[in-house]
């Protein structure tokens, strides 16, 4: 099996061999997460020298999905250059879905797959795929209708493709949020965080333009976020909803607390607060 996988993963040109320890961690660890997706980086540290560091998944959904602790997409990335990221599948196929194609597309770099099932026959308790082995392909989601995955399809990552795809400004996936249920903590995330990303807060009554990012509050900070598309519509995804547009108005102008726009796409007559 771990021949069969370094000659997948050869095919695409994408690393030299793998190597059978490398291969026996990502097994072992599938295994001990089961039934819970398992997930991790491969990571050149020095010279052609491969590592592999899993990653804590913190989904509210670990069974059918993961969300990389910020802390450990932060330590693979101070531990050399990250060249794959790996996942499990449990009790299902190795396919890729929509959400690891998106999910491929936003790291940039390959996605190693694998599926694992509990074996009700033979003498091995588990059973394992073969490798599939996605890369990045120009996969592009569509805005509307979108399933709630969190870190890679949510209110964040909505606005972050619309203003990269519409005028090619480029977010961060910013793993500070990808720690679920930041919002309920004591760090306000999004205030401290759409500085480094381009963004300028605008003074209120400024009239929006296309690719204004609005922070809505519902809670004790801003927790959500939404991209104005003219004609006084926004896209915006909410937790266990599909995407969607909507009128901006109502409750969400009136729980909006910043209204954001990028550096590059300023007219350079508004009144900017930060």
């Not at 370094?6 to 026996?24: K, T, W, Y």
């Not at 993961?66 to 196929?93: L, R």
């Not at 296309?210 to 896209?235: E, N, S, T, W």
């Not at 909507?246 to 900017?272: N, P």
């Amino acid at each position: 099996m771990a021949d069969s996988l370094e000659q997948h993963v050869m095919g695409n040109r994408a690393f030299p061999e793998l190597g059978s320890d490398i291969m026996q961690e990502i097994y072992l660890t599938a295994i001990k997460r089961y039934p819970n997706e398992a997930c991790g980086f491969l990571v050149r540290t020095t010279g052609e020298k491969y590592r592999f560091m899993e990653a804590r998944n913190v989904s509210e959904n670990p069974e059918n999905t993961f969300v990389m602790h910020a802390d450990d997409i932060i330590a693979a990335e101070d531990a050399g250059d990250v060249v794959a990221i790996w996942h499990s599948h449990t009790d299902e196929s190795a396919d890729a879905s929509d959400a690891d194609r998106a999910g491929c597309e936003a790291t940039e770099v390959p996605w190693l797959i694998l599926a694992v099932r509990k074996n009700v026959e033979g003498d091995a308790p588990f059973h394992f795929s073969e490798m599939n082995v996605i890369t990045p392909d120009g996969f592009e989601m569509p805005y509307l209708g979108r399933p709630y995955v969190f870190g890679v399809f949510d209110c964040w990552m909505l606005c972050r493709d619309y203003l990269k795809r519409e005028f090619n400004v480029e977010l961060n996936p910013n793993p500070h949020l990808h720690i679920p249920s930041w919002y309920t903590g004591d760090t306000d995330i999004l205030d401290q965080n759409y500085r480094n990303e381009g963004l300028v807060r605008l003074a209120p009554g400024t009239e929006p333009q296309r690719g204004d990012v609005f922070f809505i509050q519902y809670g004790k900070m801003p927790d959500h976020c939404a991209v104005y598309i003219g004609d006084g519509m926004i896209l915006h995804h909410q937790i266990d909803r599909l995407s969607c547009r909507a009128y901006y108005g109502g409750m969400y102008q009136k729980h909006t607390t910043h209204h954001l726009r990028h550096r590059d796409l300023l007219k350079g007559d508004e009144t900017c607060l930060s």
